[in-house]
């Protein structure tokens, strides 16, 4: 990692963490809702990775709310037109909907995502989340996070309670959480890699959202979880709660790899999907080749 951003005061840490909740909350409600809800409105990166008209009015409805308490900060958001330069320390990371092809069939594993970084999130390894909130408004929970303040959960209207990871101390009876790119040849990829995987684990669950998996890490709900090919919006504020929980998680998450855990199988389970990675043939390279 590059030399550490700035951080925050302690009373701006507090700020931020109140602002991504704040925020989250109010685009949750809206994707809930689903006022006059089109669909589909376009596809990105394949004809599976899709963008609904809500992910955009969320983004909408979030970016303005940050521009009028923030105006100097930065944005980086998941639908088009989702980045502005920071003329401050803080760039907001944005995932309006994480678990999008979930909110498509109606499946309640989707969340709002939003995290206030310090760095370039457009710069891996060069950037780190500060305070941030993850909200899935289909299953009433509200995850918040910032650095040095510990992690919380809030289900429905109830008290917010402090979370913690699993005390699971064998790979072999860990639940853990992954999922698969839009990317045809990163799913054949991560095929592969979880045929190597299952046969050690308790089970896999493809829950559908990085953000979700990352906060249920965090709650103890799984006792791992791992990913490529994930985007800085897809696990910015996932990640900073499964941390600041006090689950072991990689230093420095990007695309090649994330994975958080329950400290009782973080260097098992690290262990076993980087020897898998390396059994793997690389993305776009022939069997038999390995990636480091
Ligand atoms: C999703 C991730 C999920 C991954 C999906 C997709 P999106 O993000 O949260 O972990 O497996 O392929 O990338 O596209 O719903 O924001």
Not at 82 to 88: C, F, N, P, T
Request: glycine share 12%; with cysteine.
């Amino acid at each position: 990692m590059t030399d550490a951003p700035a951080m925050p005061s302690p009373e701006e840490l507090r700020e931020l963490e109140r602002l991504a909740v704040s925020v989250a909350t109010e685009a949750g409600r809206l994707v809930l809702d689903r006022p006059g809800d089109l669909g589909v409105a376009s596809t990105k990166s394949s004809g599976t990775d899709i963008v609904t008209v809500m992910d955009e009015r969320a983004q909408d409805l979030i970016r303005t709310r940050l521009a009028a308490a923030r105006p100097a900060d930065g944005f980086h958001g998941e639908e088009v037109g989702g980045s502005a330069r920071a003329e401050s320390s803080i760039t907001w990371v944005v995932d309006p909907i994480d678990g999008t092809v979930n909110y498509l069939y109606d499946i309640p594993a989707y969340a709002v995502s939003v995290a206030a970084v310090v760095g370039d999130p457009t710069v891996p390894g060069s950037w780190h989340p500060v305070a941030g909130a993850v909200v899935g408004p289909a299953l009433g929970e509200t995850y918040r996070a910032r650095v040095g303040g510990g992690a919380f959960r809030r289900r429905g209207q109830g008290p917010e309670s402090a979370i913690a990871p699993s005390g699971c101390t064998s790979l072999a009876l860990s639940l853990v959480g992954t999922g698969f790119s839009y990317d045809a040849a990163l799913r054949r990829w991560g095929a592969q890699v979880l045929v190597e995987t299952l046969p050690l684990i308790r089970d896999i669950r493809r829950i559908g959202s990085a953000a979700l998996d990352l906060c249920h890490v965090a709650d103890g709900s799984l006792d791992g979880y791992y990913e490529r090919g994930l985007n800085p919006w897809d696990l910015a504020a996932g990640w900073l709660v499964a941390t600041e929980a006090g689950a072991r998680a990689i230093e420095v998450p990007t695309s090649e790899l994330t994975w958080a855990a329950a400290p009782g199988i973080a260097e098992g389970l690290e262990r076993v999907v980087r020897a898998a990675i390396g059994r793997v043939p690389a993305v776009g390279q022939p069997s038999g080749s390995t990636e480091g």
